[in-house]
Nanobody, 122 residues
């Protein structure tokens, strides 16, 4: 049973901002102690961590993308969002939202959404 569901446009033009939302139907943002994370996989490449937001609202970003990335949450509606600005075709990827515990200085993405394909093209 998939408890995390990504949503957002499948096509974004270069230089625009990519915006995705993830609804979590399995765990409450208000009461659980998880971390919610965005991960992407460009075609033919490995997984890339974009950033996380913790149960306390703290955010953590990939150093290489920090200047373009913003993660926020809507506790009342139990969802969190990703905004990636100034996109280029290199941002084309399948984007996943995940949930998991913090353990030994790592966020472990134990639960995953099905992923949503985003293409950056004019």
């Amino acid at each position: 049973q998939v408890q995390l569901q990504e949503s957002g446009p499948g096509l974004v033009k270069p230089s625009q901002t990519l915006s995705l939302t993830c609804a979590d139907s399995g765990e409450s943002f208000a009461t659980s102690h998880y971390y919610w994370t965005w991960i992407r996989q460009p075609p033919g490449k490995g997984l890339e961590w974009l950033g996380s937001i913790g149960y306390g609202g703290n955010t953590y970003y990939s150093p290489s993308l920090k200047s373009r990335t913003s993660i926020s949450r809507d506790t009342s509606n139990n969802r969190f969002s990703l905004q990636l600005s100034s996109v280029t075709p290199e941002d084309t990827a399948v984007y996943y939202c995940t949930r998991g515990p913090y353990f030994n200085n790592y966020v472990l993405p134990t639960d995953w959404g099905q992923g949503t394909q985003v293409a950056v093209s004019s």
